[in-house]
Nanobody, 123 residues
Framework: QVQLVESGGGLVQPGGSLRLSCAASGRTFSSYGMGWFRQASGKEREFVAAISWSGAGTSYSEFLKGRFTISRDNAKNTVYLQMNSLKPEDTAVYYC????????????????WGQGTQVTVSS
């Protein structure tokens, strides 16, 4: 089992930046593929980005690639989501997720989820 805790959300103006963090515990972090998802009010949860357990690859929503960057620091058991050029449409609760030795761009591909952190982009 894995426990995930997101942090770093908050209120930011359009065009601003935030870096979200997801701290993992309970298992060897380097053995898990990690993903970021978001869910806006009244909307379905959608894929944002993923990074492989091996560290060999990343995947992004085509609508976000170029603005968002996923990375991981296995020594700190943490995955990050750097968000730049934020838009009001990015407002959502952002969740991190983990799957053992996996890789997925769908929420159903993940076994473990954090509680989420709110990101609000507004002037």
């Amino acid at each position: 089992q894995v426990q995930l805790v997101e942090s770093g959300g908050g209120l930011v103006q359009p065009g601003g930046s935030l870096r979200l963090s997801c701290a993992a515990s309970g298992r060897t972090f380097s053995s898990y593929g990690m993903g970021w998802f978001r869910q806006a009010s009244g909307k379905e949860r959608e894929f944002v980005a993923a990074i492989s357990w091996s560290g060999a690859g990343t995947s992004y929503s085509e609508f976000l690639k170029g603005r968002f960057t996923i990375s991981r620091d296995n020594a700190k058991n943490t995955v990050y989501l750097q968000m730049n050029s934020l838009k009001p449409e990015d407002t959502a609760v952002y969740y991190c997720a983990a799957v053992y030795r996996g890789w997925a761009t769908e929420a159903t591909g993940y076994n473990y989820w954090g509680q989420g952190t709110q990101v609000t982009v507004s002037s």
